[in-house]
């Protein structure tokens, strides 16, 4: 199949696979953050996942090392996983909204998130997932156009385009900055989140 792709960068990409929005990825100078990265991460994991994971944009450990969720919060997103039999090499693929880090760790810019969008457009068109978790409230305005707080929208499931399942979910990063464990804490939500994504996942193989 041959993605076009909306971004209005110096040509107009042409992507038909996953390899090439990789490549096109990789020397894309469509904003302002490809003067301060050391790496484009683009994804970890597996193509063939039926979970895909979107998070916000790549910190520091992943700007060094080139791949998404590999700092402090990625090592609790992949306990988190963990918790519920899913590997994240295995039984995911994970990407961001952005595909190059924000100078000190800040939001993405709007103008940013669209210029990426195209890649996160093709990710989502290639791997095909059935369920996708969005990590943080920048991953659920950017994927989902809305702006409802995340407390809100946690643990809900939306439908997406072709037939695959959107939930919002607390970003890890908040998850360490609120130790709590009692009932109603952010992370005794994830847990209940992570549980019903668990579900959800098996009931795919039914
Ligand atoms: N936070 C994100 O949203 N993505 C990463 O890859 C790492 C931290």
């Known amino acids: 199949m041959t993605l076009k792709l909306s971004l209005e960068t110096p040509a107009p990409y042409l992507i ?6 990789s ?3 990789s020397v894309c100078r469509a904003c302002r953050l490809c003067e301060t990265r050391q790496s484009v991460v683009f994804f970890d994991g597996n193509p063939c996942a039926k979970l895909m994971v979107i998070g916000e944009g790549p910190g520091q450990r992943e700007d060094e090392i080139g791949l998404p969720f590999v700092g402090r919060a990625g ?3 992949d306990k988190i ?21 924000p100078p000190g760790n800040r939001v993405p810019g709007k103008d940013e998130i ?3 969008r195209s890649f996160l457009e093709a ?12 990590a943080g409230s920048t991953a659920v305005q950017g994927v989902l156009q809305i702006r409802d707080p995340i407390s809100r929208v946690r643990g809900k499931w939306f439908d997406f385009k072709n037939g695959a399942k959107v939930m919002p979910v607390f970003h890890p990063s908040f998850l360490l900055r609120n130790e709590s464990r009692e ?15 668990r579900r959800a996942l098996d009931a795919l193989d039914n």
């Open 75 to 77: 090592q609790l997103l």
């Open 16 to 21: 038909t696979s996953l390899e090439e929005a």
């Open 114 to 116: 669209e210029a990426c």
């Open 23 to 25: 490549a096109t990825a």
């Open 123 to 134: 990710q989502i068109e290639f791997v095909k997932p059935k369920l996708i978790v969005l």
């Open 183 to 197: 009932v109603g804490s952010p992370k005794w939500l994830m847990w209940q989140d992570i549980k019903e994504i």
């Open 81 to 101: 996983l963990a918790c519920v039999n899913i590997d994240r090499k295995k039984d995911t693929y994970i990407c961001n909204m952005v595909k190059c880090r």
